[in-house]
């Protein structure tokens, strides 16, 4: 589910900045398919992906660790 949320979130970002997938992902320096991937939830990316992505977006993301009990 998280996967989704977050695809959805970067998808929509893109959308409001009016980039096209294409765009998105040759400033980010990824594929196309990889992007399409992670906005459709269905991808499965490195933290250093996400991380150039979310960079040309103007977005950051955080890992909320929560200890087990």
Known sequence: MEAQLL?????NRRESLELKQE???????????????VESGQGNPSLETLNKIMGVLGLEFFIDIKKPG
């Open 7 to 11: 695809g959805s979130q970067i998808r």
């Open 23 to 37: 765009d998105l992902a040759e400033m980010a320096g990824v594929s196309i398919k990889s992007l399409h991937l």
